[in-house]
């Protein structure tokens, strides 16, 4: 990872309200911590139904996931979305035994990473880019996200 200190423009959209969504300031400091470089980034959350929709629409895959990436620009200022589905990220947080603050940092963290170009379609990325989200995760106080 590079060291210094990264830009990041982010807004933030809260499509689908729940009680323990996470707040603006949480996302920020989840999103700089993956920062490689400067970028400018827009993090939605959405309800099942537009998370569903934008997974069927881009993905082709019917079924509602956590979190998509939208990478716009790879090389820096990176550019790109993040789109966070609060149900789904909820229940696997549950389903997980994490915390649902815990699961969503871990998401943006790895949502960051993707809009970077990391990514894990083979056994070799999935490794690397599971290593820097276990560093990351640890430098922000949370435990490895892979320890189920």
């Not at 996470?22 to 400018?40: H, K, M, V």
Request: hydrophobic residues 40%; charged residues 25%; glycine residues 6%.
């Amino acid at each position: 990872m590079k060291a210094g200190r990264q830009k990041l423009s982010l807004a933030v959209q809260y499509a689908f309200r729940q009680a323990d969504e996470p707040t603006r300031a949480q996302i920020r400091t989840w999103a700089s911590s993956a920062l490689e470089g400067d970028a400018e980034v827009t993090v939605r959350l959405v309800d099942e139904e537009e998370g569903r929709r934008l997974n069927r629409e881009f993905r082709a895959k019917d079924y509602a996931t956590n979190v998509l990436s939208f990478v716009y620009q790879q090389e820096f200022p990176c550019q790109g979305d993040l789109v966070l589905c609060v149900p789904v990220v909820n229940r696997e947080a549950v389903e997980q035994g994490k915390s649902v603050e815990a699961h969503y940092a871990h998401l943006v963290v790895h949502g960051m990473l993707h809009l970077q170009g990391y990514d894990h379609e083979n056994e070799s990325d999935a490794l690397a880019m599971e290593a820097v989200e276990t560093h990351i995760m640890c430098k922000l106080g949370y435990t490895d996200p892979y320890l189920v």
